[in-house]
Nanobody, 115 residues
């Protein structure tokens, strides 16, 4: 059974940083383009960042470009999202999945940005 466990969220002030982790089980991430998604209250889930299988190509939604960095370690079967200069509009539950959203969603990790 495929399972994603996201962690690293929390409450931070605007301008702060967090690093999210995604650990996968039941699935070898090395075969998949992976992504981070977020779902803010009352809004649809959106793709935030995507990373190629080898980790040599990344894409980001415009609102996080220059602030967020996605990375992966296929040997550890993990994906990360480094978030800097966080803003209140980044408040959401963050999830990882492959870029095609092929698998069941994990619990996600809550990121709250407020003064």
């Amino acid at each position: 059974q495929v399972r994603f466990v996201e962690s690293g969220g929390g409450l931070v002030q605007p301008g702060g940083s967090l690093k999210l982790s995604c650990k996968a089980s039941g699935l070898l991430l090395r075969h998949f383009t992976m992504a981070w998604f977020r779902e803010a209250q009352g809004k649809e889930r959106e793709l935030v960042a995507r990373i190629s299988v080898a980790g040599d190509a990344t894409t980001y939604t415009d609102s996080v470009k220059g602030r967020f960095t996605i990375s992966r370690d296929n040997d550890k079967n993990m994906v990360w999202l480094q978030m800097t200069n966080l803003q209140p509009e980044d408040t959401a539950v963050y999830y990882c999945n492959d870029a095609l959203q092929s698998w069941n969603w994990g619990q996600g990790t809550q990121v709250t940005v407020r003064s």
